[in-house]
């Protein structure tokens, strides 16, 4: 038995179960429910999960919460695939909307990944992340680890490390209108950049780019903090041209308080694509610091975008 196709808080659901893997009670699925846009309350959600129970989707797991049976992983992989093509712009424009950091004052919320990882292996993982950002292929200077929160299972650490989407809530706020165009992956020789080896679409995929490139074995960022020659990850923003000007003001005020500045900027940024009515903004990805700990051998789980974070959090080291 199929999900029928108005029934969309079931399949968020699913969702989020998979994205998260780990147990899950209907408090939580409830607050990131809210997070996508389906404000329901616990009960409703405790309704919908004895349903997907009853399918043989879900199964409880003691008093922890809920995780996916092989028929719900199924189901979610096959499940309305259509409306899953621009699933993760959706989410991550979400996320932009919500930061609200202001470089003027070095205040607001900014965007977080959140990485899980075994609590023997968090100081190794934090140095793996700083060796990005001391040789400067992050997007922040730093990390943090996040302490006394739900979705960390016991015997695991959360490592906070901030998302590049905050750069485009600060766009918007200071009524530059943005656009995620590409994630890709950005080829170095001697610490120059040679140009983008793969560009994916953020509007056309139903999974993160950068994510995937990762998992698909697609990078080699430890070679590149190490010797400059390498692939790392970057993400291609397009801005209007006249807005330019107050672009570079903007990105110059972050850089004063830790953020890395763009690789390039420009009508044309390497071997992206012309555009002659907008301004390229190529930047590095904080999925490089992921994608670094990966390639060191770390078992890293991460949640991309997973929520905002007040930016006074994130100061100072880790």
């Known amino acids: 038995m199929r999900l029928i196709p108005s029934e969309r808080k079931y399949l968020e659901i699913l969702r989020i179960l998979k994205d998260h893997q780990d147990p899950m009670g209907a408090k939580r699925l409830s ?12 009960r409703a959600v405790q309704y919908y999960l004895r349903y997907l129970d009853e399918m043989g989707f879900t199964r409880k797991v003691g008093n922890t919460g ?33 930061s609200t950091f202001d470089p003027a004052t070095g205040t607001g919320d900014v965007a977080y990944n959140l990485s899980f990882v075994p609590e023997e292996e968090a100081a190794g993982l934090v140095r793996s992340f700083e060796k990005v950002s ?25 490592i906070l490390s901030l998302c590049s989407i ?13 656009t995620m165009a590409y994630g890709g992956r950005l080829a170095f020789e001697g610490g120059k950049v040679k140009g983008f080896l793969d560009l994916i679409g953020y509007r056309g995929t139903t999974i993160d ?8 074995g697609l ?10 020659t390498g692939v790392a990850l970057a993400n291609v923003r397009e801005v209007p ?3 330019q000007e107050h672009a570079r003001d903007l990105l110059s005020q972050m850089g004063g308080w830790g953020f890395t500045a763009p690789v390039g900027m420009g009508n044309q940024v390497f071997n992206t694509p012309q555009t002659p009515h907008h301004v390229s903004i190529v930047s590095y990805s904080g ?5 670094h700990g990966i390639e060191e051998g770390y078992r890293i789980r991460t949640e991309i975008g997973a929520g905002t974070i007040p930016f006074s959090r994130m100061q100072g080291s880790a």
Request: hydrophobic content about 45%; charged content about 25%.
């Open 219 to 228: 990078t080699s960022i430890r070679e590149v903090v190490a010797s400059g």
């Open 287 to 291: 999925m490089n610091m992921v994608g």
């Open 166 to 178: 905050t750069l485009d809530g600060v766009f918007q706020r200071s009524g530059i209108p943005v």
């Open 31 to 42: 607050e990131i429910l809210a997070e996508r846009g389906f404000v329901l309350t616990d």
């Open 66 to 98: 809920r995780v996916l049976t092989r028929e719900g992983m199924a189901e979610t992989e096959s499940a309305l695939v259509d409306e899953r093509i621009g699933f993760i712009i959706s989410k991550l424009e979400r996320l932009a909307f919500r």
């Open 241 to 243: 041209v006249p807005a």
């Open 209 to 216: 780019p950068l994510q995937l490139f990762i998992s698909a």
């Open 134 to 158: 001391r040789a400067g292929y992050g997007f922040f200077s730093h990390c943090r680890i996040l302490d006394r929160d739900p979705r960390i299972a016991p015997g695991q650490v959360g």
